[in-house]
């Protein structure tokens, strides 16, 4: 995006003793903002090339002085765009919106605006995982504050309590909360970041952010047995128990990766996929029942085309929506598999990845190889951990996991 900032006199409008008012010429996305200076000149007495005005002009007492000052002032302005564009939010702003943030006409950062920014600025990334947490939490918030903005600064520590105390009283999880105010915190650090707020006001150094401790998703492996030899009734639970079987035998993937997995993710004897949440590699092994799934999905279509019929979009936006449906229905199934089966631990997605990992611990797969949970936290380490193996010490455990 082209922007630019020079001095000129605006020969639009002539005044009765021949001046032109002078002002700064602001070009920004193909339009024009011009900022009056509160000077007027004769033409005469303006070098338009240089932006200057001249030594032979007789309305100055120090002409050079003046001119410093065209330069700070341009150099300010162009400093207040660049600023606009490197936080994201300049494409996204109308001309107006871009005229008041120059003029300082509203120099405090507003909360569901910049909320609103950032979140247009991960949609333009193709980030919608980010884009809709961040669009949770700020519906949570207009709620809680009936959708009156009001400027970032003022989230203080007493603010937080309130917003806390609101959120629990609606019946909501303390673990819903945490995630929001995570995401709350992290907007904060970045605005602290663009130094569009003071370290001072940062409230987080005196709140605590709370949590509960979830309840064990993982389930035996008789458990896990009684899910393998089930008899789906309804092809919902045909397709649930596909997924939970594929998930565990793919060492616990989520449902949106293997949701994305397609023909070309099969290479060789191996499936090798990059994780949507973190963009690491994973390869695993095309074990035997995993592969009779797998085929019977796969039956007819193209390498480039998803193995799964979840996703049927081209547009990553709609591709998420279209996860996120089928999840919702996939959980809703199993849980009428765990009813059937007679399995007294509720059943959901997650607990294919808890699964995977309780049976190799309990099945004496070192510590180092699969770690005992896969929450966000020790997913990171446990991933640092596979990496120091080569993948036929992983397989070997792998094999031993999903004998069932």
């Given at each position: ?379 990171k380490t446990t991933q640092i951990y596979l990496d120091s193996f080569e993948n036929d010490v992983v397989d070997k455990y792998h ?6």
């Open positions: 995006m082209a922007l630019s900032v020079k001095v000129e006199l605006d020969k639009r409008n002539i005044k009765s003793d021949g001046r032109y008012p002078l002002k700064l010429l602001i070009v920004v996305k193909r339009s024009s903002i011009r900022l009056s200076l509160n000077q007027s000149l004769l033409e005469k007495d303006w070098n338009a090339k240089l932006q200057c005005v001249k030594n032979s002009c007789t309305d100055f007492d120090h002409i050079n002085r003046y001119n410093n000052w065209l330069l700070k002032e341009k150099s300010k302005y162009l400093t207040k765009l660049l600023a606009l564009k490197e936080e994201g939010v300049l494409e996204n702003m109308s001309i107006g919106d871009i005229k008041i943030r120059l003029l300082d006409v509203r120099t405090e950062l507003m909360t569901l605006e910049y909320f609103k920014n950032i979140i247009n600025e991960l949609e333009k990334a193709k980030r919608f995982g980010n884009a809709r947490v961040y669009d949770l939490t700020y519906r949570s918030i207009s709620n809680f504050i009936n959708g009156k903005d009001f400027p970032l600064k003022q989230i203080t520590f007493t603010w937080l309590k309130k917003y806390e105390a609101w959120y629990l009283s609606k019946g909501n999880s303390l673990n819903g909360l945490s995630v929001n105010l995570r995401t709350l915190r992290a907007l904060l650090n970045l605005a602290i970041k663009q130094k569009r707020l003071s370290a001072e006001n940062y409230p987080f150094k005196e709140y605590t952010i709370k949590g509960q401790e979830t309840r064990k998703r993982a389930i035996t492996r008789e458990d896990l047995i009684k899910i393998l030899q089930f008899q789906p009734q309804t092809q919902r639970q045909t397709r649930a128990k596909d997924y939970f079987l594929i998930s565990f035998y793919l060492m616990g993937a989520s449902f949106v990766d293997i949701a994305m997995l397609k023909g070309n993710n099969i290479i060789q004897d191996r499936i090798e996929y990059k994780r949507q949440k973190t963009g690491k590699l994973h390869s695993i092994p095309l074990s035997k029942p995993l592969n009779e799934i797998i085929d019977k999905y796969r039956n007819g279509k193209t390498e480039n085309e998803f193995i799964l019929n979840v996703v049927k979009s081209s547009d990553p936006k709609i591709q998420l929506k279209q996860i996120s449906d089928e999840l919702r229905r996939y959980n809703k199934s199993l849980k009428e598999i765990g009813k059937i089966c007679e399995i007294e631990s509720s059943i959901s997605s997650y607990v294919a990845r808890h699964s995977y990992a309780t049976s190799a611990k309990k099945l004496g797969v070192p510590i180092s190889v699969i770690s005992e949970s896969l929450g966000h936290a020790t997913e094999e031993l996991v999903i004998d069932l």
